[in-house]
């Protein structure tokens, strides 16, 4: 089926402007809150926000065959489940109804405020519940840095880095949308030198990690496997994911199982869920992997997508100084391998699941996606326009992430990925 949404030449009725992450060729979608407290599933373009659910009841869905109450719910989970046909329809239609050329809504004032709201009358909310959450651990260069820092230089990544796609299981619900403040966490750390008493209190190496995450729909029953070929079939689109860290905690308990009460804390995404089809004119050429993969994960094609990631650190009542330009290209595995080892034991994967890229850093220091690497453990702080250094995040710092993709015909963008760092919640 064709991707009519992503006719580059197409303009809207509705004020979009040149700079903006929606315009028509976009179309996310996303879950809001109305002024009159009434929860939807939405789509936006410019700073409009299109509540899906009044579009669907004024008919404007004739002909595609949805259930009435669809886009009447909290969450996209049962849109999503209804697979890659029933999206391609739904935003094709929506690009048509939003037309330049499409006089039915628009010249409808009493459907128009019954449908259309500006972004400053609605609020985000989490746009899927998210039953199962993955973080994989797939960026060459993150990987590493990090063994740099922690193991030994010449053997910084482990034998099997370059064979599988790692990752773990992560925490769903921590899981938060953006703009939602986030308190320091506690835990322990390590002894110092010459006790055997472990330190306990609020994280001192307080990191972001700057990711992608894609978002899945129903795939397989237990004990089946999705093909690398097939594996896009079932992603329905990403979001910017801020999977925050606290590098001490971290440090001292990861051996022998990883990750644990250093990442469970809170894990921030963007609202609004790009589709995949609305990334299709931005894929590029996969990364070269030595020694090649077993066959179950060779990728045909490009499977690859340049997307522009951007970190910056606000301090409390200051300008925000961006710290990080990166990019989602130079991920070492891509999200159809890393869906296709996800079930290659059989493992089933839900309408909902969120899949997050680990942190994506660059092959130059200004494009690291973390802390913890911008600062080479705390060794190089960063200086903020305030006049202020960074070694890590500090109580009251804003960090806020932005993606998007560009080319000479549309800009496709995230928007902003934001939480706030608040002080640890005293005992």
């Known amino acids: 089926m064709e991707i009519t949404a992503n006719n580059p030449n197409r303009k809207s009725w509705l004020k979009v402007s040149e700079d903006s992450d929606f315009p028509i060729q976009n179309i996310p979608f996303g879950v809001f809150i109305t002024k009159d407290d009434i929860i939807t599933i939405g789509s936006r373009i410019g700073d409009y926000a299109i509540d899906l659910g009044a579009l669907h009841q004024l008919g404007y869905f004739e002909g595609i065959p949805l259930t009435d109450d669809i886009f009447l719910q909290d969450t996209l989970n049962d849109f999503i489940a209804d697979g890659r046909k029933t999206w391609r329809l739904v935003r094709n239609r929506i690009a048509d109804i939003f037309d330049v050329k499409n006089s039915k809504l628009r010249d409808n004032p009493e459907h128009k405020d019954k449908i259309i709201f ?57 899981i938060i949308p953006s703009g939602t403040p986030i308190r320091r966490p506690y835990g322990q750390n390590r002894p110092a030198e010459g006790s055997t008493t472990p330190g306990f209190g609020p994280s001192k190496l307080l990191d972001f990690e700057l990711e992608m995450a894609f978002i899945t729909t129903a795939s397989n029953n237990l004990g089946d496997r999705i093909s690398v070929d097939e594996a896009e079939e079932y992603i329905f689109g990403l979001v910017q ?102 079930t290659i034991n ?64 549309v800009r496709i963008g995230f928007g902003e990925c934001v939480g706030k760092i608040l002080p640890a919640k005293p005992f």
């Open 118 to 174: 500006r972004m400053d009358e609605i609020e985000m909310l989490l746009p899927v519940s998210v039953g199962d959450y993955t973080d994989f651990y797939a960026s060459k260069e993150h990987a590493t840095n990090v063994g740099s820092l922690f193991r030994d230089p010449e053997n910084a990544l482990l034998p099997n880095w370059l064979q599988i796609p790692i990752g773990y299981h992560g925490r769903s619900s921590s």
């Open 241 to 342: 994911f801020n999977d925050w860290s606290a590098r001490d905690i971290q440090a001292w308990e990861y051996v022998p199982l990883g990750p644990f009460l250093g990442k469970n804390f809170a894990s921030t995404i963007s609202p609004w869920i790009v589709t995949l089809d609305a990334l299709e004119p931005f894929r590029v050429d996969n990364p070269k992997q030595n020694p090649k993969p077993l066959p179950y994960l060779q990728q045909k094609g490009k499977g690859s997508f340049d997307i522009n990631l951007q970190v910056s650190i606000q301090p409390e009542n200051e300008k925000e100084t961006i710290v990080a330009n990166s990019n989602f290209k130079y991920m070492y595995w891509t999200m159809a391998q890393q869906l296709a080892h996800h």
């Open 346 to 409: 059989g493992c089933p994967v839900n309408a909902g699941d969120m899949m997050g890229s680990g942190t994506i850093s660059g092959p130059t220091k200004d494009s690291y996606g973390s802390m913890l690497e911008l600062t080479w453990r705390g060794q190089n702080p960063i200086k903020l326009s305030d006049g202020t250094e960074r070694k890590f995040i500090n109580d009251n710092d804003t960090v806020i992430m932005r993606a998007h993709c560009k080319n000479d015909k």
